[in-house]
């Protein structure tokens, strides 16, 4: 019998032949992948089926217009910077924090200014924010369908 301790070799893993076959996949997943680009992509999107709007005391309605102007429960705001809003946000809150605000932005407002009227509502404490939507129903009409 042969008690001799052998040498043992240690187990050895060729990670070359692995990275070989990922990187045969990504290539062949970046080929076969289509990319869209946003610019194609045609969006309508403040048309919504939903409940009629209840007039009630803790409700803040904002108004963007197209040009990026604002009013705050109809009353025309003076300036466009998140300092003007916050203020007459400010102003109109009865309810305080309990207070929601409602989007009512035109289709084509810019971005930004929607973006505004969240970071004024935040300023001010408010942070229930909804956004305001015509019925499906009613957009087809106004188009002229």
């Known amino acids: 019998m ?10 050895e893993i060729n990670l070359i032949p692995f990275i070989d076959v990922l990187l045969v996949i990504l290539i062949f997943m970046m080929l076969t992948t289509t990319y869209s680009k946003f610019t194609e992509l ?3 999107l403040p048309v919504a089926d939903a409940e009629q709007q209840r007039d009630h005391p803790k409700e803040v309605i904002v108004a963007v217009a197209a040009d990026g102007r604002y009013a705050v429960n109809k ?23 309990g207070s929601v605000v409602i989007i009512s932005a035109d289709a084509t407002a ?6 505004t009227v969240m970071e ?13 939507t ?10 002229g369908r």
């Not at 015509?134 to 188009?143: D, F, K, L």
Request: charge should be positive; aromatic fraction near 4%; charged fraction near 20%.
């Open 2 to 11: 042969n008690f001799r301790p052998r040498a043992k070799d240690e187990p």
């Open 42 to 44: 045609q969006l309508t």
């Open 75 to 97: 009353t025309a705001v003076d300036g466009k910077s998140v300092d003007a809003v916050a203020r007459a946000l400010g102003q109109v809150a009865s309810a305080g924090q």
């Open 110 to 115: 810019p971005h930004q200014a929607v973006v």
């Open 120 to 132: 004024a509502a935040r300023r001010v404490g408010l942070s229930q924010i909804t956004f305001a």
């Open 134 to 143: 015509q019925s499906s129903a009613s957009a087809r009409a106004g188009n």
